[in-house]
């Protein structure tokens, strides 16, 4: 289990890296939804999403140890910060896409020096890939949220989001492998318990929700949200038992919901953000609790443009 001194640690060793995104809010919308609603905006981190935090805290620590190559499994966001951060600190990166990934995620990941290696399309088949060439080169496999130094990176966001904002009442998180919120939960409730840590899924992606409700971790196969950063089909081994131990509910969201999150996000708060970064809001405005003050978490901003006119309908 991870506690609130390794996520001060962690702020600590990615000080220099990350930034402390802003909180943004909207009249309007707390009218609209009749509670004072806050946007925590990740979507504004460094390479477009938080997972810098969890593989900033990483990388660092790693390379103290002398390491010179690290390796990743993501054609997305965490590909794209173990990229950067590896280039920022002058080590080599390597990571394994999808034969068919998109053009302007391999451009991201290119554009930070980090090699592609290009297998099969399971997340799967990339994982054994990618643990395969650590074991060759002598690098160091970083996963994506199933890891102490991950989570607690990720953490670091509930720590700005307790030092931005008092008398906070719920705080709505989204939930792919529960990095993000195994760290925040623990960042909140291991400073202040009263505050309601709430999830958000997909409803297509329930796996959490499910292996919450049933008190073990349950796969629920292949899924095709349109939040392709919530696709995950089992809840991490080391993040399950955090979110059991500190998460207060997860609600679930229909696809038209997130769309619907992200064009109002889009009109009211001018904000571009991706699908998965929607989710959260889509939360709070589904479950509206009604006079609270809540901080929704946007995760990320990485958003394929051509699928913009569908996200729209
Ligand atoms: C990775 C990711 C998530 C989910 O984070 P987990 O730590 O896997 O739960 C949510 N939103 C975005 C934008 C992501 O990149």
């Known amino acids: 289990m991870i506690d609130l001194r ?13 930034k402390m995104t802003p909180m943004m809010s909207s009249e309007t919308i707390a009218k609209d939804i009749g509670n004072d609603l806050f946007f ?24 103290q140890k002398n390491t010179q190559h690290v390796i990743a499994a993501s054609s997305g966001n965490h590909g794209q910060a173990v990229a950067y951060i590896a280039n920022q600190l002058g080590i080599t990166s390597t990571i394994v896409v999808p034969e068919n990934a998109a053009a302007c995620k391999k451009n991201a990941i290119q554009a930070y020096n980090g090699n592609l290696e290009f297998c099969g399309t ?15 080169n002598n690098a160091v496999f970083i996963p994506p949220y199933d890891d102490p130094f991950i989570m607690a990176g990720q953490g670091t966001a509930g720590l700005e989001i307790l030092d931005q904002l008092d008398g906070i009442d719920e705080v709505y998180i989204p939930i792919g492998g529960g990095g993000l919120i195994s760290g925040i939960a623990t960042a909140i409730k291991e400073s202040n318990p009263r505050i309601r840590v709430i999830g958000v899924e997909p409803a297509i992606a329930n796996d959490t929700y499910l292996s919450f409700k049933e008190g073990k971790r349950i796969n629920i196969g292949a899924n095709d949200t349109i939040a392709d950063g919530l696709r995950t089909s ?35 708060m001018k904000q571009l953000i991706e699908p998965s970064g929607a989710v959260s809001a889509a939360g709070a405005m589904k479950r509206k609790p009604e006079g609270k003050r809540i901080v929704a978490l946007i995760s990320g901003g990485n958003v394929d443009t051509e699928i913009i006119p569908q996200l729209l309908k």
Do not use: W
Not at 40 to 63: D, M, P, W
Not at 248 to 255: F, S
């Open 40 to 63: 925590k905006c990740e979507h504004l981190q460094k390479t477009g999403a938080f997972k810098i935090r969890g593989a900033s805290n990483k990388v660092i620590y790693e390379a």
């Open 6 to 18: 390794l996520i001060r640690e962690a702020r600590e060793r990615i000080g220099d890296i990350v």
């Open 234 to 268: 089992i809840p991490g081994e080391l993040t399950f038992p955090v979110v059991q131990r500190y998460v207060d509910d997860i609600v679930l969201v229909e696809e038209q919901e997130i769309m619907n999150s992200f064009t109002y996000i889009l009109t009211r």
């Open 122 to 136: 399971t997340s799967e088949e990339r994982i054994e890939r990618a643990k395969k060439i650590s074991e060759e």
